[in-house]
Each structure stands twice: as structure tokens, then as C-alpha cells.
């Protein structure tokens, strides 16, 4: 089974600080990886997706995200955040074919005004 | 499209008390999943149906937890008896069969005291 691990537990920026979440995961095949957004009050959300091709994917609202596989990464970037990036973010991996997503424990990032 | 829906949205039981969930995937979506969510940590998949079928349950309490699927649509996810430790959320999600990104519920916030 996969592990994932987030760097932060809780990050705290200002508006228009560039932004980046560090994630690791353990699994030694072919990997899917996905980073999650929970807004305040809100289900979570598809930020963006990694399945094959450029390791360099961009999502949504100016997020992009990098896989390493060297270092089984995929950490996560914005270089303008806004306060209305303040959200829960969760990155999760699943191995080949098999869908189960494991998540890690999240960070939790509040930009200030 | 209409998303993911559950409820209750929140629930307070009593320790020993049983409680239901119920979950209505987004239309044409094959596959369900039911995650556990505790305070500080990632979602945790508690147990996955592609249409009525049981695919992976092996992180299901199954001495307290049962979920079903009966018609390949709506499901329920019961705790009898609960415990302390079931506090959490409990989110559903629901995905087509090849599109492994998860769409997910606002999940029902369980409170055991």
C-alpha cells in the first residue's frame, strides 16, 4: 500500500507570497497523483492530476504541481497566493490500476489579507 | 452537474447508539467509495463498490461498520454500536469506472460522546 506524507501541517502566508507544499509518497511502481482542495465549508476539490506525460501539471486557479520521480515527489506551487487560497490542501497517490487513493494528513493554509 | 449528495450534514450520537449515513453518487457514476475523515488527518477509505459490488472493504471495522449498495446507486454506511473513535467525517465519493479522479460529497459529520 501507498504512504504519503505532507511536509507542513499548517502554513501561513500573506497575499501575493509565492506558495509551495511539499509531498512525498512511497510506492516503487507507476503512480497517479492528485492534489485535493477543501475551501472553508466546502467538499474537496480536484486541484489538478498527474497520470502520465509532463511532469510539470497545472490546475486550476494558477496552481501547478511537479513530479520528481527520483524523489517521489509532487510537490505543489503557486507564485501569487490569494486570500481566497485559504483551504485545506491534501495530496494523494494510487498505484497502476488500482483506484484506492491514500491521502496524506493535509496542510492547512490560511493567507492573510 | 449535480454533485455528490449525503446526509445527515452533522450527527451526535451517544457511545453504543447506531447511526446511518446515506450517500447519492453523481448520476452514471459506477464506482463508491466511503471515507473516513478524523480530525488532523487525511481521508481514509473505508470502503469501495463499482455498482453493487464490493471491490475493497479491507479497511471496514466490519465488527461495527456495514455499508451497502443494493440497487448500484445510493448507498448506506451504518456504525452499530459506535465508539468514541468513530468520531470523524464521512465523506462518499463517486467516480466513472476508467476516470480515477474522485468527486466527493460534503460528507456527514459524526460527533460520539
Known amino acids: 500500500a501507498q504512504s504519503v506524507s505532507q511536509h507542513n501541517h499548517h502554513v501561513i502566508l500573506s497575499e501575493a507570497a509565492s506558495l509551495e507544499l511539499g509531498c512525498n509518497y512511497s510506492y516503487g511502481g507507476t503512480v497517479n497523483l492528485f492534489w485535493y482542495v477543501q475551501y472553508p465549508g466546502q467538499h474537496l476539490q480536484l486541484l489538478l492530476k498527474y497520470f502520465s506525460g509532463d511532469p510539470l501539471v497545472k490546475g486550476i486557479k494558477g496552481f501547478e504541481a511537479e513530479f520528481i520521480k527520483s524523489k517521489f515527489s509532487f510537490n505543489l506551487r503557486k507564485p501569487s497566493v490569494q486570500w481566497s487560497d485559504t483551504a485545506e490542501y491534501f495530496c494523494?497517490?494510487?498505484?497502476?490500476?488500482?483506484?484506492?487513493?491514500?491521502f496524506g494528513a493535509g496542510t492547512t493554509v490560511t493567507v492573510r489579507a | 452537474e449535480a454533485g455528490v449528495a449525503q446526509s445527515p450534514r452533522y450527527k451526535i450520537i451517544e457511545k453504543r447508539q447506531s447511526v446511518a449515513f446515506w450517500c447519492n453518487p453523481i448520476s452514471g457514476h459506477a464506482t463508491l467509495y466511503w471515507y473516513q475523515q478524523i480530525l488532523g488527518q487525511g481521508p481514509k477509505l473505508l470502503i469501495q463498490f463499482q455498482n453493487n459490488g464490493v471491490v475493497d472493504d479491507s479497511q471496514l471495522p466490519k465488527d461495527r461498520f456495514s455499508a451497502e449498495r443494493l440497487k448500484g446507486v445510493d448507498s448506506t454506511l451504518k456504525i452499530q454500536p459506535a465508539k468514541l473513535e468513530d468520531s470523524a467525517v464521512y465523506l462518499c465519493a463517486s467516480s466513472l469506472p476508467s476516470d480515477s479522479p474522485l468527486h466527493f460529497g460534503n460528507g456527514t459529520r459524526l460527533t460520539v460522546t
Open positions: 494523494a497517490v494510487n498505484g497502476g490500476n488500482d483506484y484506492k487513493l491514500s
